[in-house]
């Protein structure tokens, strides 16, 4: 069993930043595993946030969030980081956090195994 829990979401002013963590436990070798960040806004299909790979070289971002989040990955922890800045109250959703046993950077999301339950980030204007 793996589990995939996100933290770190909550309400923000517009221009503020915010830190989400999801935590991988269970059976997984976290280091093999790429990573990936989608969100899902109310009413609106999920949304590709952004991605890393394994060791965490590699990164790609959706263009919404391109210049403004940031993925990184502490493979000692489990755990991998969406430092969010410059929000906007359309960046609003839950964030969920996904794992993929594939290589590379992979935008979709049928391509992830498995999910986290998410976090709410409300961005305010």
């Known amino acids: 069993q793996v589990q995939l829990v996100e933290s770190g979401g909550g309400l923000v002013q517009a221009g503020g930043s915010l830190r989400l963590s999801c935590a991988a436990s269970?059976?997984?070798?976290?280091?093999?595993?790429?990573m990936g960040w989608f969100r899902q806004a109310p009413g609106k299909e999920r949304e590709f946030v952004g991605c890393?790979?394994?060791?965490?070289?590699?990164?790609h971002y959706g263009d919404s969030v391109k210049g403004r989040f940031t993925i990184s990955r502490d493979n000692a922890e489990n755990t991998v980081y969406l430092q969010m800045n410059s929000l906007a109250p359309e960046d609003t959703a839950v964030y969920y956090c996904?794992?993929?046993?594939?290589?590379?950077?992979?935008?979709?999301?049928?391509?992830?195994?498995?999910w986290g339950q998410g976090t709410q980030v409300t961005v305010s204007s």
């Open positions: 996904a794992a993929t046993g594939l290589y590379g950077l992979r935008m979709k999301e049928n391509e992830y195994r498995y």
């Open positions: 890393i790979i394994n060791s965490g070289g590699s990164t």
């Open positions: 269970g059976r997984i070798m976290f280091s093999s595993y790429g």
